[in-house]
């Protein structure tokens, strides 16, 4: 079951970015340092934090902060905020060796859009039986499609492991998305009440672990 179709910010401290460049077919994130220079990540391979994968309108534009607004769940889509923003989702990622700690993924790219969908479903078939841990994802190879557009490659996204929840995604969890309020009663002077705040995440177990023969 995808998550998402293909084709206001949201609030949150920064977390550096990986990013993945469809038309290369190659990964890239930063230091945590001002200045830091991008470079390529040689083995993309990280905790994917599906708990907490969110969807959203979103808008990339050089030499600026993304313009976001988050839907308040997956199946609650929130009100586009304007004509160049599109569709995409935001999740966070862990790998101390391949990433440096916590990585903040997102994108509104369809063939990414598609990869992360496959990956959704997998991780749906899988959890159950991992009660308590997350899947440890690898970008095994690319796949190139072809369309109007030119050739841009699709990330292959394969679970090899499953593991403990890091602490540092705890950290990093995004807040709950309120839902839009909703119109004020007409002609009955009565106001509703504001919802009540969604509740907290419950703490998950500190410690990262997985298969030995699998570096994250």
Known sequence: MAFMSNPASGDGGFIPYVKYNAKAG???????????????VQNMTAIFDMNNLQTGWFLFAAGVAPSKTMDPSLSEPAPKPG???????QINLFSDKNLLGVREFSSTA????????????????????NPGKLPVV??????????????N???????????????????AAPKP???????????????P???????????APASAGGDDDVEF
């Open 26 to 40: 190659r990964w890239y994130t930063k230091k945590d340092e001002p200045e830091a220079a991008e470079f390529e």
């Open 83 to 89: 004509e160049q923003h599109k569709r995409g989702f």
């Open 110 to 129: 369809g063939s990414v859009i598609e990869a992360m969908n496959e990956l959704h479903d997998h991780w749906l078939s899988g959890k159950d039986a």
């Open 138 to 151: 690898k970008c095994v190879g690319v796949h190139p499609v072809t369309n109007k557009h030119g050739t």
């Open 153 to 171: 490659y699709r990330p292959q996204l394969e679970i090899v492991s499953w593991a403990d929840r890091p602490a540092e995604l705890n950290d």
């Open 177 to 191: 998305v309120p839902p839009a309020p909703a119109p004020a009663a007409t002609g009955s002077g009565h106001t």
């Open 193 to 203: 009440p504001p919802a009540a705040p969604a509740p907290a995440p419950a703490p």
